[in-house]
Every structure is written in C-alpha cells, then in structure tokens.
C-alpha cells in the first residue's frame, strides 16, 4: 500500500510537470488563477462599501468593482499568457487606484499613490510588500509540505530560484490576506508611523 501510493504520488508529480509545459492546458490554470484574483479583489472592494459606505465613495468603488466584474469572460477567452498578463496588469491597475480609498484612518501617514516596488517608495507599498513576502512564503511550505514544487507554476514562468507556483497562489490569495491585513492594521491603528 505505501509503495502504491508513492507511485500515485509519483505519477501526480510527474503529470503536473507535463501540464505545466503544456502551454494550452497551463493556460486553463492561469485563467482560473486570474479569476480568483480578481474575484477577491473585488470582494475586499465590495466589503469596504459595505461595511463603510459612509466614510468612502461608494460610488467610485463600486464603478471599480463593476469594471473588475465586467472584465472576467475576456479572462476566461484568453488566447495566451501575454494576453491574459496584459488583462491582469490592467485590472491589478483599476483595483489599485482605490485602494487609497480604502484607507480609513491615518491618511497623513499611510497615503497611497500607486503600487511600487523594488523598492517601496512609502509606507502601504512597503508593507504590502513585506505581507506578500510572508504570504509566499507560506505558500511555498504549504506545496512542499503536500509534496509539490513551488518551483514550477501555471502563470508565472519558470525562473531559477523563483518559486513560481507559489506566486500563482499567492495571486489568488492577496487580496483577501495580504491586502486585508494592510488595511486593518492601517484603518484599526494597529500600526502607526513610528
């Protein structure tokens, strides 16, 4: 029984390699990816109007929130990776230019005026920075730990040294974790600027 379930194992390994160079059926997980990204993304907008309409512009997030929606069949009809990059770079562009909005409290110190990186030019970039360092890394132990290579992923390229299976989660997943955190931190004065 255990060396049939290490060669199941084994087989499993082996088929998501070739799904992973399979550039049509990478393809199909990506989209999927992207998907959840964007659904998440939209749930923390949609969250914030919710549970504080009156402190926010409603309005310009929901126009936000629409767009996001609007934009998910022409993920799922992408024809290529570059195509579905261009997609999200440009959705990843709409979500952050509310995220400012989304900034309750503090303003004076934890103002937001676009994502950068490489490195963070002020205090929301670094630490949204820093929350998806963590977040990666959590992914990459979860993979190991069920036995998977954070190496080899279905939207980010295979690089080395670069964990890209693990980055393809953590697309899915910062919004609702890393973004969230940021902003509670920010918006309950966990943080401060000192």
């Given amino acids: 029984l255990h060396s049939t379930s290490r060669r199941q194992r084994q087989m ?110 002020d205090e929301v970039n670094a630490m949204l920075s820093f929350a998806y360092t963590l977040l990666t890394s959590m992914c990459a132990s979860a993979l190991e730990t069920v036995g998977l290579d954070p190496y080899v992923g279905f939207f980010h390229t295979d690089r080395p040294g670069r964990k890209s299976l693990a980055l393809d989660m953590v697309e899915e997943f910062r919004s609702v974790m890393a973004d969230r955190f940021v902003l509670t931190l920010i918006n309950k004065k966990i943080v401060n600027e000192k």
Wanted: proline residues 3%; glycine residues 4%.
């Fill in 12 to 121: 499993c390994i082996r088929d998501r390699y070739e799904v992973a160079a399979d550039e049509q059926e990478s393809l199909k997980i990506a989209r999927n990816t992207i998907v959840g990204k964007v659904y998440n993304g939209r749930w923390v907008i949609e969250r914030t109007i919710r549970d504080h309409s009156l402190q926010t512009d409603a309005d310009k997030l929901k126009i936000v929130s629409e767009r996001l929606r609007d934009k998910i069949p022409d993920i799922r009809i992408s024809n290529n990776k570059d195509q579905l990059r261009g997609i999200e770079g440009e959705l990843a562009s709409q979500y952050f230019s509310v995220f400012d909005d989304m900034i309750l409290q503090q303003k004076d110190t934890f103002s937001f005026h676009g994502r950068n990186k490489r490195p963070p030019r």
